[in-house]
């Protein structure tokens, strides 16, 4: 059974750093695409970052480029999102989702699995 399951959103004032991790189970990290997602209050989902973890090729958001880094441990399973610089507008639950899937997909719709999410709140 594929799962995913967020963890490490909290509340920080602007400037500051977060980092999410992304614990995958079930299914072989290598073998697909992992993408970072966020919705606001009243807003859509929205692309954050996505990888292959298998040759370790991302694509960011251009909103969030420079501040934000997805990273993967093979061996543990799990996705990391290094957020830093955070801004009040980085609020939002961010989701990880999987795909089978070599190469990188900045769809939603495209993922097959998602996390519950985890909330992130920028405010000073």
């Known amino acids: 059974q594929v799962q995913l399951v967020e963890s490490g959103g909290g509340s920080v004032q602007p400037g500051g750093s977060l980092r999410l991790s992304c614990a995958t189970s079930?299914?072989?990290?290598?073998?697909?695409?992992i993408g970072w997602f966020r919705q606001a209050p009243g807003k859509d989902r929205e692309f954050v970052a996505a990888?292959?973890?298998?040759?370790?090729?991302?694509f960011y958001a251009a909103s969030v480029k420079a501040r934000f880094t997805i990273s993967r441990d093979n061996s543990k399973n799990t996705v990391y999102l290094q957020m830093n610089t955070l801004k009040p507008e980085d609020t939002a639950v961010y989701y990880c989702?999987?795909?089978?899937?070599?190469?990188?997909?900045?769809?939603?719709?495209?993922?097959?699995?998602w996390g519950k999410g985890t909330q992130v709140t920028v405010s000073s």
């Open positions: 989702a999987a795909v089978p899937r070599v190469l990188i997909t900045t769809r939603a719709d495209d993922y097959d699995y």
């Open positions: 079930g299914f072989t990290l290598e073998h697909y695409a």
């Open positions: 990888m292959n973890t298998n040759i370790g090729s991302t």
